[in-house]
T-cell receptor, first 112, second 114 residues
Framework: KQEVTQIPAALSVPEGENLVLNCSFT??????LQWFRQDPGKGLTSLLL?????REQTSGRLNASLDKSSGRSTLYIAASQPGDSATYLC???????????FGTGTRLQVTL | KAGVTQTPRYLIKTRGQQVTLSCSPI?????VSWYQQTPGQGLQFLFE???????NKGNFPGRFSGRQFSNSRSEMNVSTLELGDSALYLC?????????????FGPGTRLTVL
């Protein structure tokens, strides 16, 4: 059974800092990994999708890496801003239809 | 292109009642998945529909059911509501080209069971 863990559970940083969020999964046989952000009480916004054959993906200030063999992914956020404050979730697709297994999330607060 | 829409956005029901939630996927997307999000259990997969067929089902009791129509719109139904069914219900759609596509989520339906 696939299990996904995210560390840390919560993080508070001052504006402008670079930061790294971690995601680990127990079954390395994945099709892809997706990072989402969720604002309080809202749905999920897709940030980045990494296919199993890829090592990283970049979008603006965000960079996600994937090390499938070790069961790890990181989300790097450069020059953090207060608007980045949200919960960040990673999810893996093990190829069973479109079923995603989610991590527990990292709640990020970026302070002025 | 319009995003995933879910109706209603908020619902209040009492124990024992039943409820139907609706999800309209992004135009052209054929897969619709449903998830339940609670503070204690996080996001859990309910089921996924593709071309009107349920392809996968999570570990939820039979009170949770769903269906998909020919236009890819999907509904999920929860019968005999329990207090523990209070949650944010999210649906996601994807185009599906080899199970590698990005999933796009709707804003969710917040269900409160009293």
């Amino acid at each position: 059974k696939q299990e996904v863990t995210q560390i840390p559970a919560a993080l508070s940083v001052p504006e402008g800092e670079n930061l790294v969020l971690n995601c680990s999964f127990t079954d390395s046989a994945i099709y892809n990994l997706q990072w989402f952000r969720q604002d309080p009480g809202k749905g999920l916004t897709s940030l980045l999708l990494i296919q199993s054959s890829q090592r990283e993906q970049t979008s603006g200030r965000l960079n996600a890496s994937l090390d499938k063999s070790s069961g790890r992914s990181t989300l790097y956020i450069a020059a953090s801003q207060p608007g980045d404050s949200a919960t960040y979730l990673c999810a893996v697709n093990t190829g069973t239809a479109s079923k995603l297994t989610f991590g527990t999330g990292t709640r990020l607060q970026v302070t002025l | 292109k319009a995003g995933v829409t879910q109706t209603p956005r908020y619902l209040i029901k009492t124990r024992g009642q039943q409820v139907t939630l609706s999800c309209s996927p992004i135009s052209g997307h054929r897969s619709v998945s449903w998830y339940q999000q609670t503070p204690g259990q996080g996001l859990q997969f309910l089921f996924e529909y593709f071309s009107e067929t349920q392809r996968n089902k999570g570990n939820f009791p039979g009170r949770f059911s769903g269906r998909q129509f020919s236009n890819s719109r999907s509904e999920m139904n929860v019968s005999t509501l329990e207090l523990g069914d209070s949650a944010l219900y999210l649906c996601a759609s994807s185009f599906v080209a080899g199970d590698t596509d990005t999933q796009y989520f709707g804003p969710g339906t917040r269900l409160t069971v009293l």
